[in-house]
């Protein structure tokens, strides 16, 4: 049973930088799609960013695109997130999601789930 363990989340100044990490355990994370979900209060969850299992095919929400960059070090069995010129909205709750499969940001395709770390973004 794959298990995904989220961190790197804290508080950050508007325009600032944080790296997520995703180590997986009880697997090898090699043949799985991961991607990268965020939820805020009183908002849907929506994915942000997502990785196939070779890292050769990604793919960003609007919201996103050209500030993070997701990536994955198979070899240690981690995905990544790096968030550049943090915004107001993207304070939210992060979470990493794995499934064996091709990847998407449509979350109801994944089957493993982090319990997710908290990005607040504020002056």
């Known amino acids: 049973q794959l298990q995904l363990v989220e961190s790197g989340g804290g508080l950050v100044q508007p325009g600032g930088s944080l790296r997520l990490a995703c180590v997986a355990s009880?697997?090898?994370?090699?043949?799985?799609?991961a991607a990268w979900f965020r939820q805020a209060p009183g908002k849907e969850r929506e994915g942000v960013a997502s990785i196939s299992h070779r890292g050769d095919k990604i793919e960003y929400s609007d919201s996103v695109k050209g500030r993070f960059t997701i990536s994955r070090d198979n070899a240690k069995n981690t995905v990544y997130l790096h968030m550049d010129n943090l915004e107001a909205d993207d304070a939210a709750t992060y979470y990493c999601a794995a499934v064996w499969g091709s990847a998407t940001l449509k979350e109801g395709f994944y089957d493993f789930w982090g319990q997710g770390t908290q990005v607040t973004v504020s002056s």
């Open positions: 009880g697997s090898t994370l090699d043949y799985y799609a």
